[in-house]
């Protein structure tokens, strides 16, 4: 994992405290059947924002943001947005403001250390990909380049010191406020949006991977997959790209499971590739199963005539090829008859430690179930096993 | 900066490195040892491993079975680290731990030139301080997530490579070629020295920075390290997509500081099918802009004159188009060793071995022993497992010996010696019977005395608390204390053994004793101190002044019971004389008369 969003409410709960500031949001989860109740509960303002809360950019422009709405009109506000395919909320008091008040900040971690950007003008046409020349930029790794930072921003000293260190502290990785409006003594974050470091989350305690902004991942294997990849030390993906896709990867290595699938899409076969995935940190046979198997599965699910499945990765430097090809092996086995009948066919190409033993097993069990394709070590180069994989479509 | 100075070319050339491993790997660091065996080294380049648990972790080199030692720190590694030649560092420990582990390494051995981070899931924001940390102390640090450093035929610093005996045999990791191989990913390094060297090339060397985000060893840094090399003519470049690192390439190629031919290839146009950027296997790998995308990185590249073709099948049809010319001359193409068979041994053993028929004691032969040394320095030497060196330890341990032989037919060993005897039973029996009342009571006390003088010491409790410490727990404290001996009636053999530390210069725990007694006996006459305390405390001085033992090595003494060997021995040999008498005297079966058992 690497940087991973949070929610809205989840960032503003941890960095207003930390900057002497209350924060009365409310979060709603529509899958939890009382949410209304807590509505009930809210204190009482003239006017709410209710916003989605799951991670999505540009909210404003897309009407996933509701502004000025009055308490009994928030159960409403909340139903329309849900019809939109949406379920986390976010409900704060609406402040009223004037627009030329509006700012734009953020820190995001760099190789020197934090890097501070600020635009005189906030709102939504600030991309934080395409900054533009009026984008000023700080570096904010000591108390005299903070100070710089403070007298360009206007935002006082201590206010913005407090803020990097929650950055810090809190091992975010990114932090935008857009749009920021900045009074005297306290900072008002309209709209904040964060990414942590999911690396640090053994150093800090307000947040956790229970709390990051989940994609919707609908499908079964997708979730096994995460779920194989959190509990283990090695590191497992799988992505589906088309569901009814003819080509199925099993790939190893993050590095070479990019090589592959470009390849694929090189020769335009782009459209009809199942899934992108890897698993590689010297996983066990055990896990290796568990992760072949969810493939194994979305495969013989698809809808597609013919289908090819690659096993597939380069010269492992310290992945047991024999151990991991077990794994392999079983998932293929336990469908082994859906294989045959859908006639799969099997392509694999791999080195590194116990490749010998590794390969010979797969190539007896390919044989023996007359499972065609090919298979070869790393004398066949990783983009010819993928030509002679697109032959037998 | 560093850039300018890092020459991989020279690391491992003439000398062995000395390399640390913090954490344990098995396959890793048998690769290693592997790779040092298989370019001819006659010493293995990892010096010591950082871990906890076992003092020693067995590996092989070549068929030899070697013992590599194992410190709990760096701190503690400090103690006796010593190395004239170039160090280097390799930490295999978790993302949590790199961290810290490395910090606290760098610390205690100051003499450290650069290391590798094998760990996946190290912060970003330890990453970023690594990267000032490695500026400010001038040291180079790659990965993390990096599979390590290859020099060929030099040094071989983490699972680059391989870690199978064949796999380096095939890399060719013995022979110094021209091409240097550099990648992110850790499987595509290997790959990559793998598609070279099946073209015919060799590797100059080879380094995979890691997936990460901020790897702190940077591609750049790593570009101009093969500029900087001699040997290298070729550059191979695997990249992905996701992060800025290819447009500094762009730049040094552009500024003219890189002017070797690069071959680059960058893999993630697959990410171009995906709706949402998707986050790929590496940390790094996540085109969240367009300058960020494979595409964008490849056309950068291209016009500044990379090669940096579109499939990876045009990228090895350039590998194999490098030209042979730029071989380098003097590539050695020399047959490998065979690693042979390997066969763990059940014991390791630091004290003797049986050597073409001859017995070694302590690395000489016992025949040539047995004339040149005592009985008393021949003992002691093998009780620490080391030869000592000053006649003073020898002639102590010869008097304590002496002293230490018998105390009279009336203690608890000794009568339980006599009975048995005395039951008919053989010598072995008899001496088993006597060794066996030996422990807290009787004569099992020195290694007590020990703990607490060494204790006390170490941790600077004042005498008056040390006392008060144990009068509050009403316990005896192990070496003060005789049943006949007082102030007005001293052991003579005490004073016997006090001669020895006169002429000494610190004598800590000898001071430390005496002082305690002086507070004892102010209490009560009797509570002197006694032989025990007084063999333990001499001996810890002596030890520690004439020895140059470490506090480490002395708390290893205590823990191991060294100090009650020196009451065990001789008084063995009392025993066997009480069990040879009264086998002489044959008196027949002992029976307790009745009066000597009180009824209750």
Redesign the interface.
Do not use: C
């Given at each position: 994992?690497?940087?991973v969003k949070i929610t809205e409410f989840k960032a503003k709960s941890i960095v207003l405290p930390q900057l002497g500031q209350e924060y009365e949001g409310l979060h709603i989860d529509t899958n939890d059947k009382n949410w209304p109740e807590l509505i009930e509960n809210l204190t009482s303002h003239s006017a709410y924002v209710v916003k989605v809360d799951q991670g999505v950019k540009k909210r404003g422009k897309n009407g996933l943001l509701m502004l000025n709405i009055s308490l009994e009109k928030i159960k409403e506000a909340i139903e329309t947005l849900k019809a939109k395919g949406f379920n986390t909320f976010l409900i704060e008091p609406f402040i009223t403001h004037e627009q030329s008040d509006e700012r734009y900040l953020s820190l995001q971690?760099?190789?020197?250390?934090i890097q501070l950007w600020f635009h005189a003008q906030g709102g939504v046409e600030i991309e934080e990909?395409?900054k533009d020349k009026s984008v000023e930029e700080f570096s904010v790794n000591n108390e005299q380049e903070i100070k710089v930072a403070a007298e360009a921003t206007k935002i006082s000293f201590d206010m913005l010191n407090a803020l990097i260190d929650v950055f810090?502290k809190e091992?975010f990785?990114y932090l935008e406020v857009n749009p920021l409006i900045i009074h005297d003594n306290s900072l008002n974050l309209l709209d904040l949006a964060v990414e942590v470091?999911?690396?640090?989350d053994?150093?800090v305690t307000t947040w956790n991977k229970g709390v990051f902004v989940q994609?919707n991942i609908t499908i079964d294997q997708e979730l096994a997959v995460m779920k194989l990849s959190e509990k283990s030390?090695s590191?497992f993906?799988l992505?589906v790209?088309n569901s009814d896709g003819a080509i199925w990867m099993l790939l190893?290595?993050?590095?070479?499971?990019?090589?592959i699938?470009?390849?694929?899409?090189?020769l335009g076969k782009?459209s009809i590739?199942g899934n992108?995935g890897?698993y590689?940190?010297a996983p066990n046979a055990d896990e290796t199963y568990e992760y072949a198997k969810q493939i194994v599965s979305l495969m013989l699910k698809s809808a597609a005539s013919k289908k090819i499945l690659l096993i597939a990765?380069?010269?492992?430097?310290?992945t047991d090829v024999s151990i991991t090809f077990k794994g392999i092996i079983r998932a293929l086995e336990e469908r082994i008859d859906e294989l045959k009948k859908q006639n799969v066919t099997i392509f694999v190409r791999r080195?590194?430690?116990?490749?010998e033993k590794g390969l010979a097993l797969i190539r007896d069990f390919a044989t023996h179930n007359k499972l065609g394709g090919y298979v070869a070590g790393?004398?066949l180069?990783?983009?010819?096993i993928v030509n002679k994989s697109i032959e037998a479509l | 900066m560093k850039e300018q100075q890092i020459d991989f070319a020279q690391y491992g050339k003439t000398n062995t490195p000395c390399v640390i491993c913090v954490g344990n790997h098995p396959?890793?660091i048998q690769s290693i040892l592997d790779f040092d065996y298989m370019i001819g080294r006659k010493e293995p380049s990892v010096r010591a491993i950082i871990a906890g648990g076992r003092k020693f972790e067995r590996y092989f080199f070549g068929e030899r079975e070697i013992a590599i030692p194992v410190y709990n720190s760096g701190r503690d590694l400090n103690k006796t680290w010593s190395c004239q030649d170039l160090v280097l560092f390799l930490n295999v420990s978790?993302?949590?731990r790199v961290y810290a582990s490395t910090i606290e390494l760098l610390e205690n051995i100051p003499s450290i030139d650069g290391g590798v981070l094998f760990a996946?899931?190290?912060?970003?924001?330890h990453a970023?301080q690594l990267?000032?940390y490695a500026k400010e102390h001038n040291i180079w640090i790659i990965g993390p997530a990096s599979?390590g450093l290859l020099v060929p035929g030099q040094l071989k610093l983490?699972?680059?490579?391989?870690?199978?005996y064949a796999?380096l045999q095939s890399a060719r990791a013995a022979t110094r070629g021209n091409v240097a191989v550099f990648?992110?990913?850790?499987?595509?390094?290997?790959?990559l020295?793998?598609?070279v060297t099946?073209s015919g090339h060799t590797i100059s060397f080879a380094l995979s920075f890691g997936?990460?985000?901020?790897p702190i060893f940077?591609p750049a840094q790593a570009f101009l390290a093969a500029e900087n090399d001699a040997e290298t003519t070729h550059i191979v470049y695997?990249g992905?997509?996701g992060g800025d690192d290819e447009y500094e390439i762009v730049r040094l190629k552009n500024e003219g500081k890189i002017t070797k031919p690069i071959l680059a290839?960058i893999?993630?146009?697959?990410s171009?099918?995906?709706a949402?950027p998707?986050?790929?296997?590496?940390?790094?790998?996540?085109a969240?802009?367009?300058g960020e995308s494979?595409r964008a990185k490849r056309a950068a590249l291209r016009e500044a004159g990379i090669a940096s073709p579109?499939?990876?099948?045009e990228f090895?049809t350039l590998i194999d188009t490098i030209s042979m010319d730029d071989k380098n001359e003097n590539e050695d193409e020399g047959t490998v060793p065979s690693i042979g068979t390997r066969k763990k041994a059940l014991f390791m053993s630091s004290i003797s071995q049986e050597k073409d028929g001859k017995i070694e004691v302590l690395g000489s032969d016992l025949a040539e022993l047995g004339s040149s040394t005592t009985f008393a320095e021949l003992l002691i030497s093998m009780f620490l497992g080391k030869k000592v060196k000053s006649k003073e330890v020898v002639e102590f341990v010869d008097t304590v010996l002496k002293l230490l032989i018998d105390h009279g037919p009336h203690v608890s060993g000794a009568v339980n010696t006599m009975i048995t005897a005395r039951a008919g039973k053989d010598m072995v029996s008899s001496l088993a019977a006597g060794i066996l009342t030996i422990g807290p009571r009787f004569g099992g006390a020195i290694n007590e005395a020990a703990h607490n003088w060494f204790t006390a010491v170490e941790q600077g409790v004042p005498p008056q608390d040390f006392v008060e410490s144990f009068a509050a727990k009403k316990q005896y404290i192990s070496g003060i204390g005789h049943k006949k001996y007082r102030t007005d009636n001293p052991d003579p053999r005490v004073a016997t053994l006090l001669t020895f530390v006169e002429k000494m210069e610190s004598k800590k725990y000898t001071s430390f004793a005496l002082q305690v007694e002086a507070i004892t006996t102010d209490k009560k006459a009797n509570l002197i101190l006694n032989l025990d305390g007084a063999v333990a405390a001499i001996m810890l001085d002596l030890l520690a002044e004439k020895e140059d033992v470490t506090a480490e090595k002395l708390k290893e003494c205590i823990d191991t019971e060294f100090f009650n060997a020196l009451f065990i021995f001789p008084r063995s040999a009392g025993f066997i004389a009480h069990f040879l008498d009264q086998k002489r005297l044959d008196e027949g079966l002992f029976r307790l008369p009745e009066d000597e058992v009180l009824f209750v």
């Open positions: 994992m690497s940087r971690r760099v190789r020197e250390g990909t395409s810090k091992y990785a470091d999911s690396a640090g053994y150093f994609k030390p590191s993906k992505e790209l190893s290595g993050g590095g070479a499971s990019l090589v699938a470009d390849e694929y899409n090189n782009g590739i992108y890897e590689s940190g990765g380069g010269v492992a430097n310290f080195g590194g430690p116990k490749q790393p004398e180069s990783l983009n010819e | 396959p890793i978790s993302g949590r996946e899931n190290m912060p970003e924001q970023t990267i000032e599979v983490g699972a680059i490579a391989g870690v199978d796999q990648s992110a990913s850790g499987g595509m390094t290997n790959e020295i793998w598609n099946k997936g990460d985000r901020f940077s695997y992905e997509l290839f893999a993630g146009t697959i171009e099918l995906f949402e998707p986050q790929f296997g590496h940390a790094k790998a996540m969240k802009t367009h494979a579109d499939s990876f099948a090895l």
